[in-house]
């Protein structure tokens, strides 16, 4: 398949999803979306493909939504509609993401913060580049994180941290992400990709139906219920989508200065 807004390869057992909007710092648009879920049907269905590896183009790894304005681009608030799943699901990336059977490694080259934080997140093992940032911004938007947010991040760094990392919207470096656990190496940036790629290798090296059920089971273990986090988030969404404090807050960042939210 023919891909616009993402690079897709396969080398050595191992699919590689390059997000490929560079000029943007790999901002997510609609097309960005479906055909990163594309990508890893294509994956998930090519048995020569045994571990799949997310990064992004140029200096970012994804900025999360693209919410800026452009004659004939949808606003912030129309892109943040798309978002929001269908009752009882996630959303249709994260669904995909979060139910994939294969070793998914995210090679974090810079920025990684809204849904290129949660994009992270969904991913079995992160390696990041000296020059990342992490950082759950959506309450500076006036909204709540994916799943991956309040699901993931608090088994992967602790409660206390995840809560103040999503509570404050404050971005991280490298450096701090590897000392809580949200990473499991920093490498300089020119290294990323090569240590990146020989871990995928080693595993996509090792016997594949051991891997998925392994992956599996680690599932098992965390139990839970995608149905009911899914009702939730479409619920939260809906909730927070027509308040005030979510317009201020994707107005204040298109127009450049700090939010001032009013609880309405």
Known sequence: MAYKEIIYTVEDMVATITLN???????????????????LKEADADNDVRAV??????????????????PGAPTAEQLAQRKIPAKGRPTPLA???LGFDKPLIAAVNGAAVGWG?????MCDIRIASDRARFGEVYVLRGLIADIAGWLLLPQ???????????LTGDIIDAQEAERIGLVSKVVPHDE?????????????NLPPVAIRMT??????????NLGVLGEYH????????????????STSVLERRQPVFKGR
């Open 21 to 39: 909007r560079p000029e943007r710092m790999n901002a997510l648009t609609a097309v960005t979306y479906q055909e990163a879920e594309q990508a």
């Open 53 to 70: 590896i997310f990064t992004g183009a140029g200096r970012g790894f994804c900025s999360g939504d693209d919410v800026r304005k452009q």
């Open 95 to 97: 669904a995909a993401l």
């Open 117 to 121: 934080m949660d994009l992270a997140l």
């Open 156 to 166: 992967i760094v602790g409660l206390s941290r995840a809560y103040e990392l999503l």
């Open 192 to 204: 990323l990709m090569p240590a990146v790629k020989e871990l995928a290798t080693k595993i996509a």
């Open 215 to 224: 992956k599996e089971a680690v599932r098992k273990g965390l139990d839970y």
């Open 234 to 249: 479409s619920h939260a969404l809906g909730v927070l989508f027509a308040t005030e404090d979510f317009r201020e807050g």
